[in-house]
Nanobody
Framework: QVQLVESGGGLVQAGGSLRLSCAASGRASSMYFMGWFRQAPGKEREFVGGIHWRGSSTYYADSVKGRFTISTDNAKNTVYLQMNSLKPDDTAVYYC???????????????????WGQGTQVTVSS
């Protein structure tokens, strides 16, 4: 029903910036909440942050607060993850996820999301 495609990943130096995009198609109008997760080698998938489509309420993991910003472009059905002051520990595959039809109660829980993108690699060099 909803397709998510991430883009914008790449290789950056520590202290640099990247902006990831997540474009939604299909029944995108039904989306309530968009989340960003990441997974580094040998680690479990980790919640990065998320945003409500309406109201723009945001949530961030402690590890990225003050450095990452999530925003939406409703006209494009796209969610962005602006990543500044990147650290080597930010290296991971980043995924966007969508919750549809009903409000979210636990944004950091992957079980709250109905659809997932394919992921985009972010590598931060020292």
């Amino acid at each position: 029903q909803v397709q998510l495609v991430e883009s914008g990943g790449g290789l950056v130096q520590a202290g640099g910036s990247l902006r990831l995009s997540c474009a939604a198609s299909g029944r995108a109008s039904s989306m309530y909440f968009m989340g960003w997760f990441r997974q580094a080698p040998g680690k479990e998938r980790e919640f990065v942050g998320g945003i409500h489509w309406r109201g723009s309420s945001t949530y961030y993991a402690d590890s990225v607060k003050g450095r990452f910003t999530i925003s939406t472009d409703n006209a494009k059905n796209t969610v962005y993850l602006q990543m500044n002051s990147l650290k080597p520990d930010d290296t991971a595959v980043y995924y966007c996820a969508a919750r549809v039809s009903s409000p979210i109660t636990a944004p950091s829980s992957s079980a709250e999301y109905h659809y997932w993108g394919q992921g985009t690699q972010v590598t931060v060099s020292s």
